[in-house]
């Protein structure tokens, strides 16, 4: 399980970092809100709780979001939710050469 706590925390700074690239200044480092989920490796759903302070459609955030993460491939769900699938290779067991798998 730790494995898992470790991905998470590489996701959960991806998504941060990609709503800092896309938000206003004053939203930067707003919290992604990322969780386990039965569609993905992995969901965001930071975008619903920011976008009225953002003033724009949680959906373009989202969209807008996913175009910036490095190392996982994300799409938008429902309102604006990131479903988000780790990428064969973008995290490994730590001392060893092998792939995690997430799901």
Known sequence: MSDVVAIKDQV???VRAALTRVLPAELAGTDPVVRRSDRADFQA???LAIAKKAARPPRDIGADAAGHLDGFT???SGPGFL???VRA???RHPGTPEDVTCR
């Open 74 to 76: 994300a799409k938008v």
């Open 45 to 47: 759903n930071g975008t």
């Open 12 to 14: 959960e700074a991806a």
């Open 89 to 91: 290779g973008a995290a």
């Open 83 to 85: 479903n988000i699938t």
